[in-house]
């Protein structure tokens, strides 16, 4: 059964979204999804002012053996599609320099595709219809966003087999 607390927080954190404004469009459940996910886009990322979309889901995967009053929100953001694949080794590398500095979620590669994201989990407790949880997202979102934006043209420039992981990240110490 679907909690109706959920969908009724994917709602409200919509509209604070909305409110900044920003692009948002609450896309229907994929395959065994019961919970739509909320896309948000922000396009001032990087120097470039790139476009990245975060995906907002509760995880309601049925292997995962939940209590009721357990969610778990995972926030996802796709950086760069089809990483080359030399540029594979030196990209891993660099996010596990990165990685142990994020104050929030985590810099990844999905081999199956080369895709690079970011990802944050949230595990709440008991119901959403209080404000404080909308609250915590949205100054999570800030983070998340800031440190995509401190990362983002080094690490798609790695991927894109522009500049050496190692050359940029000592670049980057260098500032």
């Known amino acids: 059964?679907?909690?109706?607390?959920?969908?009724e927080f994917m709602q409200r954190l919509q509209a604070l979204f909305d409110?900044?404004?920003?692009?948002?469009?609450?896309a229907d459940p994929?395959?065994?999804?019961?919970?739509?996910?909320?896309?948000?886009?922000?396009?001032s990322v990087g120097e470039?002012?790139?476009?990245?979309?975060?995906?907002?889901?509760?995880?309601?995967?049925?292997?995962?053996?939940?209590?009721?009053?357990i969610a778990i929100m995972q926030t996802f953001a796709v950086l760069h599609r089809s990483v080359q694949e030399a540029a594979l080794p030196g990209l891993h590398w660099l996010i596990h320099q990165?990685?142990?500095?994020?104050?929030?979620?985590?810099?990844?590669?999905?081999?199956?595709?080369?895709?690079?994201?970011?990802?944050?989990?949230?595990?709440?407790?008991?119901?959403?219809?209080?404000?404080?949880p909308l609250e915590m997202i949205d100054k999570q979102t800030g983070v998340l966003f800031y440190q995509i934006n401190l990362f983002y043209d080094m690490l798609c420039a790695v991927a894109e087999g522009k500049v050496d992981a190692r050359d940029a990240w000592a670049k980057y110490q260098g500032q």
């Open 1 to 7: 059964m679907i909690r109706p607390d959920l969908i």
């Open 19 to 26: 409110a900044i404004p920003v692009p948002t469009k609450m």
């Open 98 to 132: 990165i990685n142990p500095f994020l104050t929030l979620g985590f810099f990844g590669i999905m081999e199956e595709n080369r895709t690079l994201f970011l990802k944050a989990n949230n595990l709440f407790t008991g119901s959403l219809s209080a404000n404080h």
């Open 48 to 69: 470039n002012k790139s476009f990245v979309q975060f995906e907002f889901v509760f995880l309601t995967n049925k292997n995962i053996a939940l209590p009721e009053n």
């Open 30 to 43: 994929i395959g065994d999804e019961q919970l739509p996910t909320l896309l948000v886009g922000f396009d």
